[in-house]
């Protein structure tokens, strides 16, 4: 079924110094309760220094942050430049982001989640059981649980060879693999395994991913900016990653199996703004404020610690929710001061998302790292981010 394109709400470019009046009128009453207009607090000046820095050592060409609580936003701020070459461009508060592997816990595990809620998935049954075709190969015992958490067994990324013809076709060589390490046996990070989970979304619910997630996630969260494959329209305000073919990514997804899944994928695919991206994290800081999208019982089953076995010596064990980083080799962007409850993720674009319930607060921090060679470097900035929001909500 070919994926449905999206078309969010367009808005004007939002300066930073005008930005809480036009979030309102933009995004409406649904949208995190922004902070007054007031000068900024002394931590939440030292994020300017660290973010201003990082931009001046060529990390990346810009950022916008977010902070906020279950109050709502306390601080949102654009840096730098959403584009270098051709020409530079100002980063806005407005722009849309490649969000990468953002899209596997935002889209792809709430999307799961939410169909645990309503009975239609089982978390330990086996994915075949919806997916018949997916048990070939000694993959018949899999479960959802170990999709998402990253204990499948199945390899990190399977050839580009295999993206070659059409989405069934791609799809159908997914299902086709065979297993690198028993399933349950060790932590690989694993697009292969959110592909599939996105199609189990789709197998399921009748609704390709895409549509799925717009109707049962971002809807009822106002998440009017965020979709996947941004109307051509909307690519002036998407901050561009690198050159394909000869020409600039905009608006059109950096992962080159997702491009050639249409642009639709479990693992990549999603583009969004700091304000949506902040709905989202606000909605999951409690149980009870998920409650549009997930019940009190989902929420918990994904924001709880996984143990996985990594079989490194230096990390015996790493702890994942469902969806979600907590503690792996993957939380270099993790900011050290967030409590053990906290939970996040990060894309290769440059994006980063932690969320603390226990003490309240959140960070978004989008970047396009990638460009415009994709050499850029954001994890520790995001970690620091996160480190100087948490100092200043502490006071």
């Known amino acids: 079924m070919p994926a449905a394109s999206w078309t969010p709400r367009p808005s004007a470019a939002i300066r930073p110094l005008a930005s809480v009046m036009l979030a309102i009128f933009f995004f409406g009453t649904n949208s995190p309760t922004p902070a007054q207009d007031t000068p900024a607090a002394p931590s939440f000046a030292q994020i300017e220094s660290i973010c201003n820095a990082a931009i001046a050592e060529k990390k990346f060409p810009g950022c916008v942050v977010v ?28 722009t849309l982001f490649d969000m990468a592997s953002l899209t596997k816990p935002i889209a792809t595990a709430t999307s799961v989640m939410r169909l645990i809620d ?81 199609e189990l979304v789709a197998r399921v619910s009748g609704q390709p991913l895409d549509v799925y997630a717009r109707e049962h996630v971002f809807q009822p969260l106002g998440m009017t900016e965020t ?45 969004s703004t700091g304000a949506d991206v902040a709905r989202y994290a606000q909605a999951m800081l409690s149980a009870q404020s998920a409650k ?28 994942r929710g469902l969806g979600w980083d907590m503690r792996s080799a993957y939380s270099k962007n993790r900011p050290i001061t967030f409590s053990e409850k906290a939970f996040g993720h990060s894309g290769f674009t440059g994006t980063s998302l932690w969320i603390d319930p226990e003490q309240d607060q959140f960070v978004v921090f989008l970047s ?28």
Request: glycine letters at 10%; one cysteine or more; hydrophobic letters at 40%.
């Open 67 to 94: 902070v906020g609580t279950s109050a709502g936003i306390q601080y949102q701020q654009a840096f730098g430049n959403r584009r270098l070459l051709p020409e530079p461009e100002p980063m806005t508060l407005d």
């Open 118 to 198: 309503q009975g239609k998935v089982e978390l330990d049954a086996p994915v075949a059981k919806s997916i018949p075709e997916f048990g070939a190969n000694g993959k018949a015992a899999i479960t959802v649980r170990q999709l998402l958490t990253h204990q499948g067994g199945l390899i990190a990324d399977n050839s580009i060879k295999d993206y070659a013809g059409s989405r069934d076709e791609s799809i159908a060589h997914v299902f086709a693999l065979s297993t690198v390490v028993p399933p349950g046996a060790k932590f690989i990070y694993s697009d292969v395994g959110f592909i599939v989970l996105g």
């Open 227 to 271: 979709g996947f494959r941004p109307e051509e329209s909307l690519h002036a305000r998407c901050a561009p990653t690198e050159q394909r073919a000869g020409r600039w990514m905009r608006g059109e997804v950096h992962d080159p199996r997702a491009i050639r899944m249409d642009g639709v994928a479990g693992h990549a695919g999603l583009f």
């Open 292 to 319: 549009p999208v997930l019940s009190g019982t989902a929420w918990k089953l994904m924001t709880t610690p996984n143990e996985v076995p990594t079989q490194r010596p230096d990390a015996p064990i790493a702890r």
């Open 368 to 395: 396009n790292r990638v460009h415009p060679v994709g050499k850029g470097l954001s994890n520790p900035t995001a970690s620091q981010v996160g480190d100087a929001a948490a100092g200043s909500l502490a006071h």
